[in-house]
């Protein structure tokens, strides 16, 4: 009996410690300014006009109640890089959404859109695509190829996701900075190509496969920079291959973003 008194009183001596590690902590979080957020900052000066890059911002956390509706979240970081400042910023200050340039603020030029390491490349659309009527600067995209390949003794048809999370850099001569909202007056020729912001080995891959093959684009959600791994080739198998296309269904429904694996059966000729 004086076991179970003392096992019982031990439980109650717990619990109340741990009610009362809650209570503090609350107390602390409501006294210091709430949750904690994470922010950007500018750790150096930067001019007027400057694009900002990785080395330029850092991330700050500071109490939910001292951060303003402006400041830039630490989970926007992949968004405002590349964007050119509004005005001069200062070391330490908190980087505000008012403090990045829109994309109508000033004409920009496609040179000097280009971040350090990377290469603007142009991909021209087939005349038949109009989806670039719906693209603009700053969008991010797909690219996916599709190629024709002699296996077994017949021409089959494969569409490979090239590269994912494509920044866009121009359409046409429009690089984002038309002061009349009118839209460039480039020919349809013109409008159907778009300039990517790419490295060198992702340039030579677009090279080839617009000499293999054709290309078509697939926009993404501003906010939605990942990157899918493990994206299988799919050829014509898997229009008639049930099983197959069971298989790319089920990824919509559990809404996965990891590595994928699918299994084409052959289909016979």
Do not use: C
């Not at 300039?195 to 939605?224: F, M």
């Amino acid at each position: 009996m004086n076991k179970l008194a003392l096992l019982t009183a031990l439980i109650m001596s717990l619990l109340a410690g741990l009610l009362l590690f809650l209570y503090l902590r609350r107390f602390e979080q409501e006294s210091s300014g709430g949750a904690p957020v994470k922010i950007l900052v500018v750790i150096k000066p930067i001019d007027n006009h400057t694009m900002l890059t990785e080395d330029m911002i850092a991330t700050r956390i500071i109490p939910q109640a001292y951060v303003e509706s402006r400041a830039v979240r630490e989970q926007e970081r992949l968004r405002v890089l590349g964007l050119r400042v509004s005005n001069s910023l200062q070391a330490n200050q908190v980087l505000m959404w008012t403090d990045l340039a829109s994309t109508t603020d000033e004409r920009r030029e496609l040179s000097s859109l280009v971040q350090p390491g990377m290469r603007a490349v142009m991909v021209q659309l087939p005349s038949e695509d109009k989806s670039y009527l719906l693209i603009r600067p700053g969008d991010r995209l797909d690219v996916l190829a599709t190629m024709r390949a002699d296996q077994e003794n017949r021409s089959v048809s494969t569409s490979v996701v090239l590269l994912q999370n494509i920044l866009v850099l121009a359409v046409g001569a429009d690089t984002g900075a038309d002061l009349s909202g009118g839209g460039p007056t480039s020919s349809q020729k013109q409008e159907r190509i778009l300039s990517l912001s790419v490295n060198v080995p992702e340039a030579q891959l677009l090279e080839l496969a617009q000499e293999k093959g054709k290309l078509s684009i697939a926009l993404r959600s501003p906010n939605d920079v990942r990157i899918v791994e493990g994206l299988p080739d799919l050829n014509t198998s898997f229009l008639t291959d049930t099983k197959a296309r069971s298989g790319i269904e089920a990824i919509r429904k559990t809404g996965r973003s990891g590595p994928i694996k699918l299994e084409s059966v052959e289909v016979s000729p």
